[in-house]
């Protein structure tokens, strides 16, 4: 079974900035579109920033100017590249992938994919 790996998560003052990165623990033939989602205590899971295979990407409006979102398609790897950070921006953060596990199973543009999430704390 396929599962997203998330790594960089951690503690950093207002102002600080900290990368994430994802990637699948398996094999897979290609991953499509590919997302980062947070979730702050008491509120519900919101989209971060997304990036299609093209390297088409979406932001989120509170986020824009301070995070940038990459993907390295031959790791098949996913990044987040958090500058600025604010307290608000404390969150589980979690990637979300749309993976080609299969010839006979194109993409199909939903994130099927979670991984377990990563904690990013932000201290005034």
């Known amino acids: 079974q396929v599962q997203l790996v998330e790594s960089g998560g951690g503690s950093v003052q207002a102002g600080g900035s900290l990368k994430l990165s994802c990637a699948p623990s398996g094999y897979i033939i290609s991953s499509c579109a590919m997302a980062w989602f947070r979730q702050a205590p008491g509120k519900e899971r919101e989209l971060v920033s997304s990036i299609t295979s093209d390297g088409t990407t979406i932001y989120a409006e509170s986020v824009k100017g301070r995070f940038t979102i990459s993907r390295d398609n031959a790791k098949n790897t996913l990044y987040l590249q958090m500058n600025s950070l604010k307290t608000e921006d404390t969150a589980v953060y979690y990637c979300?992938?749309?993976?080609?596990?299969?010839?006979?199973?194109?993409?199909?543009?939903?994130?099927?994919?979670w991984g377990q999430g990563t904690q990013v704390t932000v201290s005034s």
């Open positions: 979300a992938a749309d993976l080609w596990l299969d010839l006979r199973v194109p993409c199909n543009g939903e994130y099927a994919y």
